[in-house]
């Protein structure tokens, strides 16, 4: 590098890891109502318009977001022995 050369920022004002966990602040967006325990994970449909949540109450519940961040309950699954 030149003497007289500014250095260039590479991270295009993107933060690392630990700033972003200090400067986030987290807030519930919804709060959906069903599992007996508590969620084991979840996942988004490729479109985002479905959401699956599995827990350890045995059962894996499939909303449907509706308009204003409502969601409905489409389905529940309940055939398994053990946690999901």
Do not use: Y
């Not at 325990?37 to 109450?57: M, N, P, V």
């Amino acid at each position: 590098m030149k003497e007289d050369a500014e250095p260039v920022d590479f991270t295009n004002g993107v933060k690392d890891d630990d700033e972003e966990e200090e400067d986030e602040e987290w807030r519930f967006a919804v709060v959906l109502d069903g599992h007996e325990s508590e969620i084991k994970s979840l996942a988004w449909s490729a479109g985002g318009q479905f959401l699956a949540t599995c827990s350890r109450d045995k059962s894996v519940w499939i909303w449907e977001e509706m308009e204003d961040d409502n969601f409905e309950t489409i389905a529940v699954l309940q055939d398994h022995e053990g946690d999901v």
